[in-house]
């Protein structure tokens, strides 16, 4: 029998959403919350504003942008922007993930755009940028979640584009810094870097983004938790923190928390050090590992928060590919019962692999001490198929 390693990471949580909380966080940093007590009330109001305001000055984002706290996650804000702003012009969409994927579909099948060009790349793999067209309207996720991808920069953004950007960040923001003058509307959630709570999405609009939502109203009918204007003009309110229906104000008082935490470390370009610190600890392991390698070769690409690794033993590649993700199941199940390793199976929809979440909350010593652990973990579930398969 292949022998343990003797150390654990301190923290196991290495789930790519909702993601771990921040180091040495506990209930205690919840004390403050305004429980029991409305969010239209001036103490809610201002709780409210606070997370804008913290995201506004942490992130670097300019003031004529508005930023607004939306329901339903990242989702939620990605979709309300696409069904209230999308049909002015041609659209592009950019696909290098799974959720990519179903904006695309969201944007072809049920709001059912006339002109729409798919871009579309595989797992690991970006598309040709260079053939992206920003005259037109264009939607893409800036860090692929499911695919370990991001976009290298923003340069193929024009600075003079007759569309608007729409951004999907929900696993970037925090762990890259954003070229917001590229940037026309721009999702994320408290889940993800943060470490926050789910269900609670950030929206932030640029001035032209604005300027469409007062200029353009598409045939479409729009839910209420969809609407930004009132007779035609931007809804004001829902910028300074009077959400569309009842966020959950101990949620609101985590995020504040993570927040404090991100101002404390030295804020965004401390955040994206930490991320950079710890792909480089995975990068290290398989650099030196026979077994493995990344699923995203190009390192210009290679995103810092979703590390995604695939198996790179000739002996998996034989495997038939309903082989391959019962292996990793039983590779990665004797870590969960350790308590080395939660969650860090690959998506779904993903080649069959592992997902490594390396955001700012976990500590780059955790991954290096979970790399022998993935080494015993490997030979351990291989050492169990019979010799005629190895």
């Not at 990605?78 to 209230?84: D, P, Y």
């Not at 579909?105 to 920003?134: F, N, R």
């Not at 951004?167 to 470490?195: H, I, N, P």
């Not at 300027?211 to 930004?228: A, C, D, G, H, N």
Request: hydrophobic share 40%.
């Amino acid at each position: 029998m292949l022998q343990k390693p003797s150390q654990k990471p301190n923290n196991p949580n290495f789930s790519s959403g909702p993601c771990s909380k921040r180091p040495n966080w506990s209930l205690d940093a919840l004390s403050g919350a305004l429980l029991g007590r409305s969010h239209r009330a001036a103490p809610g109001k201002a709780k409210l504003k606070e997370v804008i305001e913290l995201h506004r000055s942490l992130l670097g984002i300019p003031a004529d942008y508005y930023i607004a706290i939306v329901p339903a996650s990242d989702t939620g804000a990605i979709e309300m922007a696409l069904w209230s702003m999308l049909g002015a012009r041609g659209v592009n969409t950019i696909v290098t993930d799974s959720f990519s994927g179903d904006w695309a579909k969201d944007i072809q099948d049920h709001l059912k755009c006339d002109d729409v060009v798919v871009h579309k790349a595989s797992y690991g793999e970006m598309v040709d940028l260079s053939a992206v067209d920003t005259d037109r309207d264009t939607v893409f996720v800036y860090n692929g979640t499911t695919a370990g991808t991001r976009m290298p920069n923003l340069d193929w953004v024009k600075a003079a584009r007759a569309g608007l950007t729409f951004c999907d960040a929900t696993s970037a923001v925090f762990a890259y810094e954003m070229d917001w003058s590229k940037l026309d509307v721009t999702t994320w959630s408290w889940q993800k870097v943060l470490g926050g709570e789910a269900a609670h999405g950030m929206l932030v609009l640029s001035p032209r983004a604005v300027e469409r939502l007062e200029s353009y109203t598409p045939e479409r009918p729009l839910p209420k938790i969809f609407r930004m204007t009132k007779g035609g003009k931007i809804n004001e309110g829902l910028f300074v923190g009077e959400t569309l229906n009842t966020p959950s104000m101990l949620a609101v008082e985590d995020c504040l928390d993570a927040l404090r935490w991100v101002d404390s470390l030295g804020g965004v370009k401390a955040s994206v050090a930490r991320c950079d610190a710890n792909l480089k600890a995975i990068a290290d392991w398989v650099e030196k590992t026979d077994w493995v390698d990344f699923l995203t070769a190009d390192a210009h690409i290679r995103s810092s928060t979703s590390i995604t690794l695939k198996i790179s033993d000739p002996w998996f590649d034989a495997l038939g590919e309903d082989e391959k993700m019962p292996f990793i199941t039983k590779m990665i199940k004797p870590l969960d019962s350790e308590g080395v390793a939660y969650d860090i199976k690959s998506y779904r929809a993903a080649p069959a692999g592992l997902r490594i979440w390396g955001g700012t909350t976990i500590e780059s010593s955790d991954l290096v001490m979970l790399t022998p652990w993935l080494d015993w973990a490997y030979k351990s579930a291989k050492s169990t198929y019979s010799t005629a398969t190895l």
